[in-house]
C-alpha cells in the first residue's frame, strides 16, 4: 500500500538543470528519513543524497555535491540538478529509511526499505 512515486525526469543538455520529485502515498513518511539514488546502464546502483525527516541534516555523494540540491516537504521529496553532465545519465530513485534513523543518514541501498520506481535521466553532451 505504501508507494513513493518519482517524477520529473527527462533529457536535458550538459549545463542544464532538472527537479526531480518523490510522492509518498502516506503523510507518515514525513517522520523518516530519504534518499536518492541512480543507476547508470551496466552500473551498480549508487547513492546521490538523503535527507532527514527534518530536513534539516543532508548528505551528499562526492559527485553530487555542489550541484545537486535534496529538499522535502511533508510526504514530497525533491532532487534539484544544477549543471547537469553527461556522467549524470541514470535511473533516479527515491527511498525512504524505515529503521527509525533520526540524525543519522544512511547512504547504502541496502539501509532503504522502501524504493520508488525510477525516473530516466538522460543528459546529452
Known amino acids: 500500500q505504501f508507494r513513493l512515486v518519482e517524477s520529473g525526469g527527462g533529457l536535458v543538455q550538459a549545463g542544464g538543470s532538472l527537479r526531480l520529485s518523490c510522492a509518498a502515498s502516506?503523510?507518515?513518511?514525513?517522520?523518516?528519513?530519504w534518499g536518492w539514488f541512480r543507476q547508470a546502464p551496466g552500473k551498480e546502483r549508487e547513492f546521490v543524497a538523503a535527507?532527514?525527516?527534518?530536513?534539516?541534516n543532508t548528505y551528499y555523494s562526492d559527485s553530487a555535491k555542489g550541484r545537486f540540491t535534496v529538499s522535502r516537504d511533508k510526504n514530497l521529496l525533491f532532487l534539484r540538478m544544477n549543471n547537469l553532465k553527461p556522467e549524470d545519465t541514470a535511473v533516479y530513485y527515491c527511498?525512504?529509511?524505515?529503521?527509525?534513523?533520526?540524525?543519522?543518514?544512511?547512504?547504502?541501498?541496502?539501509?532503504?526499505?522502501?524504493w520508488g520506481q525510477g525516473t530516466e535521466v538522460t543528459v546529452s553532451s
Open positions: 502516506e503523510r507518515t513518511f514525513g517522520n523518516y528519513n
Open positions: 535527507i532527514t525527516w527534518s530536513g534539516l
Open positions: 527511498a525512504a529509511d524505515l529503521s527509525g534513523r533520526r540524525n543519522a543518514l544512511a547512504w547504502r541501498s541496502y539501509e532503504y526499505n522502501l
